[in-house]
């Protein structure tokens, strides 16, 4: 897919502003879509994501700065991604917002907004760069500058992100990543013990593993999934150490277990490295543990700039990182960008 810049659209003869009577154009001046069309969506760069699209001539992109925009308004109303689409075809305000009001059809799918996040995604694990990022923070630096903010007056606040994740017990953890290393293997037509390990494939092993047995049978069941660990780390050995899977599940044994002579049991405290670093649910293996103010959590955590003026406040930046990331940790890490983040927003 090619990228084609979408300018700011203007308003021709055959537009569908024309056919809105003077109320409801004195309603739209006074709407949040009119300060977002002037002040923030002409303000969107769309070159920077040219990097996500292919050179070659081919099937034009939808417009990134209408899925930038898009993405803005979806968190400012807390909607979600099908009501967003929704919003814009059969709402004049979104389409006002997006300057898409002579839009023959509205150009946002059920898809744009996730695979434009996904090519953010992949892109800044390939280059370490976030360009959705970047391109809020120009865009807070004017708003401030709108504003009149000059940005000398900042502060900061953090705040808990939790992940979409369920708790699991460390027998929960263990099987969940034997079952997904067995169903791998499964699908990946490899040999192995189906009288052993055939169980993990039926759909309701786990119910019948974790929550059909009795208590006093915790023990032995552990004990059987910690031999099934061992016989899959022979079998695996060496032979799948690219595989997400099996990456999974070795992280898994090495912060869970030990091998203690020739037998393997789960690590304790005594151990050493049961740490807030280890893995809380394979579903989200970066999300990280950490108790603050005496509650438990299983995520990230978002650290808030805000630049402050006589006229009020907005966000200039944020970082997220693993909740066990100290405040001061991610203060010293602003401190050594703020003077570049002055030189971009504020000075001329």
Same mark, same amino acid.
């Given at each position: ?7 700011? +659209?203007? /308003?021709? &003869? ?43 001539? $081919?099937?034009?992109?939808? #417009?990134?700065?209408? /899925? ?23 709402? &004049?305000?979104? +389409? ?9 059809? +509205? ?8 695979? &434009? ?7 800044? %694990? ?40 369920? !708790? ?18 499964? !699908? ?31 023990? !032995? ?32 044994? $090495?912060?869970? %277990? ?19 670093? /280890?893995? +809380?649910? #394979? ?18 955590? @978002? ?18 990182? !693993?909740?066990?990331? @100290? ?22």
């Amino acid at each position: 897919m090619s990228i084609r810049p979408n300018q700011s +659209q203007q /308003i021709s &003869f055959r537009d569908t502003f024309w056919g809105l009577t003077d109320r409801e154009k004195k309603a739209l001046d006074h709407s949040w879509a009119k300060v977002f069309a002037e002040e923030i969506f002409p303000n969107i760069n769309e070159e920077p994501f040219r990097v996500l699209y292919s050179e070659k001539a $081919s099937r034009p992109n939808t #417009p990134v700065n209408v /899925i930038v925009g898009a993405l803005i308004i979806k968190e400012l109303f807390g909607i979600s991604d099908d009501e967003m689409v929704e919003n814009l075809m059969l709402d &004049f305000r979104y +389409q006002y917002a997006l300057h898409t009001t002579s839009f023959e059809e +509205q150009p946002l799918s059920d898809k744009s907004l996730s695979r &434009f996040r996904i090519r953010c995604y992949n892109y800044e %694990t390939t280059h370490g760069v976030d360009l959705y990022q970047e391109c809020i923070e120009n865009l807070s630096g004017a708003i401030a500058r709108l504003m009149k903010i000059d940005g000398r007056v900042r502060r900061m606040d953090s705040t808990m992100i939790e992940a979409n994740i369920r !708790k699991l017990s460390r027998m929960e953890l263990l099987y969940t990543c034997i079952a997904k290393l067995v169903k791998y293997l499964d !699908k990946a037509g490899a040999s192995f013990n189906r009288e052993r390990f055939g169980h993990y494939l039926e759909p309701d092993d786990y119910n019948k593993v974790i929550y059909h047995s009795r208590n006093e049978d915790a023990d !032995k069941r552990m004990l059987t999934l910690l031999s099934d660990a061992d016989e899959l780390t022979e079998l695996c050995n060496g032979g799948y150490d690219d595989v997400i899977e099996y990456q999974l599940f070795s992280r898994c044994m $090495s912060e869970q %277990t030990v091998v203690d002579g020739n037998s393997r049991r789960l690590r304790t405290r005594e151990d050493g490295s049961m740490d807030s670093n /280890i893995m +809380q649910n #394979p579903a989200d293996p970066d999300a990280t543990f950490r108790s603050k103010a005496g509650k438990e959590h299983r995520g990230y955590v @978002s650290n808030l700039e805000e630049s402050v003026g006589s006229d009020g406040s907005v966000i200039t930046g944020y970082q997220f990182e !693993k909740n066990n990331v @100290s405040d001061s940790a991610m203060l010293r890490k602003y401190l050594e960008n703020i003077e570049p983040q002055l030189r971009r927003w504020f000075l001329p």
